[in-house]
């Protein structure tokens, strides 16, 4: 079983406990909950199915029932929170505060890259202007940007890139991708991330309107009505579109610009009840 600062979901890694416990004796659900203090014999078995939740003082006793160490403990908790909390405001601060316990002792929480590449722009932005502007300083880097950024925040960036795998620095000073694209791939914390991305380029996209020329820049917008069957068929397109768009992109490794391509679908109305 891994160690818990490597996982971001409470809920699997009461399940994988159970599963190592069940696979080097005879540990059943029940002598779990009895050990954590419930009368139900299957109320964990049905937390890490994702039915019940754990309120602050079960939390307690499932971690001490696992024999959780004191930090160990803290990180569990903080991953109910994370689980429980509503917003990704919210997420965001949990899910840092769970890099922070993992990185305080050594340790390496596997989305945690992932969580902090999609958390900024300036990311995904400096990853592909980097290998284009070949030996270029900090410096240049920032004034090639549109949104307005200091040589010290490309500098942070550019370590995190390499450090997480996703650039990399040849003895000249020069960048490569160590890979065509990057995906947020199945992960628990990362569509936070995620969706900060986009809300940070959808208010980009907002000021291109007035601020980048019209040869510049393409816009156009469509107002549909339909099925639920079609939406499924269009974002399937969507998708297929999508990877149409990166064959033309990486066809060569020349760049001249980085643009940003915003694909976004979604309902304007409620949905409508047809009456015979």
Known sequence: MKGILEYTSYRRYIADY??????????????????????????????????????????KRVAAAMNLTEFEQEYFYEMVRFDRAKTDAEKKAIFKKMLSIAESHKAKILEGDSFRYFDSWKNPVIRELAPAMPGAKPLALAHACRPKITAAEVSETLNFLVKANLLQKDKDGKYAQTEIGVSTGPMDATPVAVREMHRQMGEFALGAIEGVPQNERHFSGLTLGVTHDAYDEIVQEIAEFRKRIIAIATRTNDTDEVYRLNVQFFPMTKKCVKKD
């Open 18 to 59: 159970y599963a190592e416990k069940k696979a080097k004796s005879a540990f059943t659900w029940q002598d779990f909950t009895k050990a954590a203090g419930f009368t139900s014999t299957v109320y964990l078995k049905y937390v890490s199915d994702g039915y019940f939740n754990l309120s602050d003082a079960a939390t």
